[in-house]
């Protein structure tokens, strides 16, 4: 094909990108041959011109088409080069969410750095079982292909997971692992998978570390051989391990960790069980601090520590052990941090005393001295001496480093040996399976010797690879014979010899190492002259002498050769070793002793297991002996690598590629340059030129006929395809070396498919352009046309809306002239009117004005006029007293002065003598005066005291009144204060009121201001109301109306209320059912089992019971429980000789809690009945009190009767003398007094014995009453109460109506007093239930009173409102109460019918208990016959069929066991088996034998168990006794006797019920059986339905030409077209028509029918949704089509046998959904919206899944979006759902057996003599 046809214009291309590796451009101009350069336009629009290689002329890679793109399988892909396969992984990760990609025979992994929900037991169970090609990439579908092709084909199998650090191949190799264990089980009840899963943790924790790439980069590599027996079950499995990064022990780049376990104890160090280790914080070894990153985020290493231990006791490694490892790794940390000093520049010394290294040498128990010794020493051996050399401290830091990575080694070593032996059973393997994770290709700036030899293992297994893939394709083209032609393939053998050939770079460094003085220089110069010039694959770096390049497959590499020598001969100072073998602890020892001496920690001896398989421990080859540890790292690495090529050569292998996206561990984040560099590494590139070079793309005569159909004319096409193919091709593709035709498949070289493609789709488009032409065209005529007829009308009525407005203008053009005129007079005179009315008011309002203005300046004038005359008075007032005090103050002054000088002047007189004589010259004189006044003043003095003393005593007298006065004056001035303080309140109050009837009287002026407005709007609204008066009668219809609907409403609402409430209670009694019929079902298990095991254990050899014994025993009762415990127990006796050890511990601890539960029900019965003992003891001790007082006071009235029969007898006595004192002859006489007096006496004794016995009989007769109705309740108490009675009362002496009377009042006392007593608590429970409906009553009296006030104080809208609302709320909480009244009458009308009946029963049994007691010895001889067996009157059978004791076996067999549903059954009566079983057990009731029945029943069930047992995968089997069991359930149902159940029988049928049994526990264990039957006939269902399903509902095109075919690669899928031997959707409605006319045949009832049917669809819908969300070729638009045509096919299928309304259709809607998802417009918000509210069945994982997957077959359709994908996201981000990917397939949906009465005659069944049941008579 020339080159022009391809690169024309809009061909998309793929030129070389710096940054994306590959850019996708598109052709702007058609490439002609010659030209220099291709015109090209980027995705961006950018236009660039991409020039050519002048000297190849190489063309860039075209694009593969749309249509291809995404593919599961690369080598699907048209176009096969890298650009292709880049982008193919790139859009399947980055836009589909898939990490899983095949690319022919490899699986492509790609790290999400993300959890997925895809690795669930659901998606396993979806993947188990099916092809390899029919479901979307997953490791599981390689493990499963693993799986069937070691079944299928007795062949071991290898999985090989490969990839670099950090590109999940453990996390591959874990999953492979699980879907081994989940699928296979074991074999034994060892749980063997649990131990094989159980190993990852511990080989992670011990040889998985963080790195720069990866947070759980596996440091070694491991192969597991997972072995099966013949069976395919796991049985055990065995680990090898290579090349462990030892190093990583010492050392740690940045950021990056020691491996985890050291980490994980250093966050345990607080526990008590590690204190004696001395750990702490990571940071504080030097071991584990080097990296500078202890803890990674998300990660709990505590957390792990404990699921590391976990692990440890799962494997059998025991407490003791475990610590002892953790000691040692404790050690290795301590010894990381002895430091080591210079003593000199040759030697070096450890401080004495030094705590870590005393630590160090505790926790392995050696000696301090000789570890400080040779830590810094070494011993030198020569021929004739020994010397002890000192170390520098660089080479003592190395000593001590190679010893902590020897500890480590030879730890790791002895866990590997011992999780080995924990993983080998003693079954004898089969075969098995091997997982291989192991390190991919590496390259590093700086590579030494561990990256050498991981390139030389990748090496191996990618020659391994190629020659398989070369094989596989050479398989392909024989069985097709095509043409073989040899393909040129990389053979990377000279890379391999270069490397471990003789002389090779492995050969050269053993024989450097074992040079005396050999050096990584001298090593390099070495390689440098052996490979320099012979081989082309080793260079030299051109700026290094001590490094070397070697070109690997995928890339060259670049090795340093410093420390090569030293990491191949990996020394450790032997005395060192010595002091280690030395030591003290075991565990120590015992990890550098010989590995077949050493013990294991699970108690088996070493060498248990029959292994013949290749299975060499990776530490075999070590030896403790110097010679061993002279064999090189290097040495033992090439042989194990050579016997892991030998296994795998031996298997065959599948391939598991890892692929790191980016070196960020960025979720989704896909780096093309890192991509493209692990597909070049892991041979993924490698793959596709592989297959590029031949044919690789292969198609199907068919689906080539299907899918290039439209290239064809109609004459082209032949009879045979396989012709019309072959003639078409050479018609299209002229170069006939571009095909090859084979057998089944037409082989395509690259790119032929895309041409074809191209041609198809230009077909297409020609097609579609001419139907686009012819619609447009007719879409624009019929529009056209419509346009003219709506122009034509839009005219006429415009032109008639034009004229009506004229006309309606010029009318109101007259009428506002009109309107003008009268508006404008009235504005005029209205203005006029305001213009007046304003000039009289301002009039108005200016003269009163001025008339105050006026007035009151009078007033000022006459007031200041006043105010004058009253200023100028008090100022002349003031002047006149200013001068009067002025002059008296002079005259004052004058005075004094005057008075002064008279002073002066009689002081000098009186100083003279002059003076002084005349002042005493009438001295004397004056003295004489004096002395009479002395006298008259002494009798004055005299009389005054007189008069003085008088005046005391009445001055005392007064002082007391005065003080009296004085106090009630005191009081009287309190009071007059506290009046007056009350004064000043009045006042104050006087004030307050007079502000208040200010602010009063401004308020009622106010008020009478708005009464007056008030009263005018009164006014207007009086006639507003008018109006509303009729508005407010439309309201009140409106309001009952309301009413109404609020009514309908809350009837409604309550109706929805109790619907929800309904469905809820449905939904809890379908999750109980569900529940307990899970539970059925594992009961049903294990009794499955434990006949198995019983059956195994009854083999040759073995006891074995009699089956006999088995089938008359009940399983449903206590001996038959004890019997089964017992052969429980022997079979665990012989289990213990002839099984597994463990089996046998678990069947005896099984047996054991048996026993214990047994033993606590026995408890907890005995404890019930001594709580019944206690509680009846009780009991009677109250009652014998009671009785005591009884007969206390029945002994009071004893004692007044014998007083009275004594005074009696006293009387009589009395007579008795006085008669025999008088005469003899007088004495009788008649007429003497004694006579009299006796006669007296003897009437009235005879009066009162005839009342006595009046009362007597009355009593009597009251007594029987009251006995008849209280028996049931006191029987037993009545009798000994009689004893008593008679035997008190037969201690008197009295007369016989004495004693009956004494009895008969005593009787009418206690009944008197009972009903006393019960009236009394009537009438208290009566005045109690008044009591609290009066103060119900009140309490709603008060509430109505408030309401009533509220409402009072609304308006009169809200009033009638609130009203309403009242009433509303009082009918509905009436309702309520009537509704809680009716529910509990119903509640106690079904309690008391269930107590009648239980009573009724009861007077039955008593009734005929108390005739078989009240028969009489000679009634029982003269009846010897029981009176039951009636003899049977002539032709008047009773529907009941008898049959003897010892037919009851052959009964069973003839009846159930050896009836074939195909075969006699087919023409019997529907149900005929469950009648006559029911018609012998009516007789066994007629003749009331117990055992009789029992037997049967038990038999019965037990019989229909083992026919299931044997015959439970035929689903006619099944069905005929699912049909028979529910009818013998309905038949012990309807002739029970129960009321609930008779409604619907005859007379007849009434008079057939049983009598004298209640079977309703059988009844129990009957359902329980049909429960069972069910779930086995769903599963023979699913069985038959399985394999039809996803090929008729989802690969088959029921509508032929919708779906295009699309080419499929290597992993070829299961065809769309309809083969032979495929299925179709006519099978399966085939098979459900078989299904639903065989349970009809049979006479299941019709609503179990419907439960099937409902079961059979769900089961239909979620496998076809299931294998949707797994199969990306299967979501596109057209097969959305083909599954809505598929239940519309269903859904005819189900109103075809009128099953609508069985719940079926509501089943299928999630795939309905899903249909309609794929059918839908994704583009716009609407469309999201739309989805969101139609997809309300599928959850946001599966509707996000189909959305991924969605895929578009033809290049009309489109992908959908990442935003719009986001967009549905954030829509449902809300929803409350199970996040659960795949629907649940095994679910079932509970089971009912609605009751189903017949209305067949029992009288009337005949028994045909096919049966063989002549032994049966009809009764």
Known sequence: MAASELYTKCARVWIPDVEDVWKSAELSKDYKNGDASLQLMLEDGTNLEHKLDPKTKNLPYLRNPDILVGENDLTALSYLHEPAVLHNLKVRFIDSKLIYTYCGIVLVAINPYETLPIYGTDIINAYSGQ??????????????????????????????????????????????????????????????????????????????????????????????????????????????????????????????????????????????????????????????????????????????????????????????????????????????????????????IIPTNNHHLTKFCELVGVTYEDMAQWLCHRKLKTASETYIKTLPRLQATNARDALSKHIYAKLFNWIVEHVNKALITNIKQHSFIGVLDIYGFETFEINSFEQFCINYANEKLQQQFNMHVFKLEQEEYMKEQIPWTLIDFYDNQPCINLIEAKMGVLDLLDEECRMPKGSDDSWAQKLYNTHLKTCSLFEKPRMSNRAFIIQHFADKVEYQCDGFLEKNKDTVNEEQIKVLKASKFDLLVELFQDEGKATTPTGQPPGMGGRTRLSVKPDKSRDTSSKEHKKTVGCQFRNSLQMLMETLNATTPHYVRCIKPNDFKQAFSFDPKRAVQQLRACGVLETIRISAAGFPSRWTYQEFFSRYRVLMKQKDVLSDKKLTCRNVLEKLVEDQDKYQFGKTKIFFRAGQVAYLEKLRADKLRAACIRIQKTIRCWLARKKYLRKRDAAITIQRFTRGYQARCLAKFMRRTQAATIIQKYQKMYVARKRYRQKQAAALAIQTILRSYMARQKYQALLREHKAVIIQKHARGWLARCWYKRCLSSIVYLQCCTRRMIARRELKKLKIEARSVEHF?????????????????????????????????????????????????????????????????????????????????????????????????????????????????????????DLNRLIQEQNQQMTEKMARAIAAETQQLETDLNEERSRYQNLLTEHLRLEEKFDDLKEHISKPGHRRTDSTHSSNESEYTFNSEFAESEDASHAAEDLTRGMDTSLT????????????????????????????????????????????????????????????????????????????????????????????????????????????????????????????????????????????????????????????????????????????????RSYDSEVESLRGELQNVKEENNRQQQLLAQNLQLPPEARIEASLQHEITRLTNENLDLMEQLEKQDRTIRKLKKQLKVYSKRIGEMGAGQAEGQTSPGQMVDEPIRPVNIPRREKDFQGMLEYKKEDEMKLVKNLILELKPRGVAVNLIPGLPAYILFMCVRHADYLNDDQKVRTLLTSTINSIKKILKKRGDDFETVSFWLANTCRFLHCLKQYSGDDVFMKHNTSRQNEHCLSNFDLTEYRSVISDLAIQIYQQLIKCMENTLQPMIVSGMLEHETIQGVSGVKPTGLRKRTSSIADEGTYTLDSILRQLNAFHSTMCQHGTDPELIKQVVKQQFYVIGAVTLNNLLLRKDMCSWSKGMQIRYNVSQLEEWLRDKNLMNCGAKETLEPLIQAAQLLQVKKKTDEDAKAICSMCLALTTAQIVKVLNLYTPVNEFEERVSVSFIRNIQTRLRDRCESPQLLMDTKMIYPITFPFNPSSLALESIQIPSSLNLSFLTRV
Not at 1200 to 1219: F, G, I, V
Not at 1279 to 1305: N, P, R, W
Request: one cysteine or more.
């Open 917 to 1037: 004589k005349k002042l005493n010259k009438g001295m004397e004189n004056k003295i004489m005066q004096l002395q009479r006044k002395i006298d008259e003043q002494t009798k004055e003095n005299k009389s005054v005291n007189e008069k003085l003393t008088g005046l005391e005593n009445t001055y005392t007298t007064e002082s007391e009144r005065l003080r009296g006065e004085l106090g009630r004056l005191r009081g009287v001035e309190e009071e007059a204060k506290s009046k007056g303080n009350q004064v000043k309140c009045l006042l104050e109050e006087l004030e307050k009121l007079k502000k208040e009837l200010r602010t009063t009287k401004q308020e009622k002026k106010t008020i009478e201001d708005w009464s007056q407005s008030y009263k005018g709007e009164m006014e207007k609204l009086v006639s507003e109301l008018k109006d509303q008066n009729g508005l407010l009668k439309t309201e009140k219809d």
């Open 131 to 348: 092809n390899m090609g029919d479901m979307d990439p997953h490791i599981f579908a390689v493990a499963e292909e693993a799986y069937k092709q070691m079944a299928r084909d007795e062949r071991n199998q290898s999985i090989i997971v490969s990839g670099e650090s950090g590109a999940g191949k453990t996390v591959s190799a874990k999953y492979a692992m699980r879907y081994f264990a989940t699928v296979s089980g074991s074999a034994s009840e060892a749980n063997v998978e649990e131990k094989v899963l159980a190993s990852n943790p511990i080989m992670e924790a011990i040889g998985n570390a963080k790195t720069t790439r990866n947070d759980n980069s596996s440091r070694f590599g491991k192969y597991i051989e997972i072995g099966f027996d013949n069976r395919y079950r796991i049985i055990g499995a065995n680990m090898r391990t290579y090349l462990l990064e030892k190093s990583r022990v010492v050392f740690q780049a940045d950021e990056e960790r020691n491996y985890h376990i050291f980490y994980q104890l250093c966050a345990s160090s607080h526990l008590p069980e590690f204190k004696n280790l001395k750990l702490s914080n990571a940071n504080d070894f030097l071991y584990t601090r080097q990296g500078c990153s202890p803890v990674i985020d998300g990660v709990d290493d505590s957390k792990e520590l404990g699921t590391t231990r976990h692990a440890f006791s799962l494997l059998g490694i025991n407490e003791s052990y475990q610590m002892g490892l953790f000691q040692v790794l404790a050690a290795i940390l301590h010894l990381g941090n002895v430091q080591i000093k210079d003593k000199d520049s040759d030697s070096s």
């Open 1145 to 1320: 511990l678990k069947l005896q601890k099984r047996l054991k809690e048996l026993e214990q539960e047994k033993q606590s029900l026995r408890n907890e019965l005995e404890n019930k009945e001594e709580q019944f003992q206690r509680a009846r003891a009780r009991d009677e001790s109250e009652f014998k009190k009671a009785r005591g007082a009884e007969l206390e006071y029945e002994s009071l009235k004893r004692q007044e009767l014998e007083s009275e029969n004594k005074k009696l007898k006293h009387n009589l006595a009395d007579m008795r003398k006085s008669l025999l004192g008088s005469a003899a002859s007088s004495a009788g006489a008649p007429g003497s007094p004694a006579y009299k007096v006796l006669l007296d006496q003897l009437n009235s004794s005879c009066e009162e014995l005839e009342v006595r016995k009046e009362e007597v009989l009355i009593l009597r007769s009251q007594l029987v009453s009251q006995k008849e109705a209280m028996q049931h309740k006191d029987e037993k108490e009545t009798m000994t109460e009689v004893a008593v009675h008679v035997e008190d009362v037969s201690k008197l002496k009295d007369a016989d109506e004495l004693k009956q009377a004494y009895i008969g009042l005593k009787d009418t006392n206690r009944l008197l007093e009972h009903q006393l007593q019960t009236q009394r």
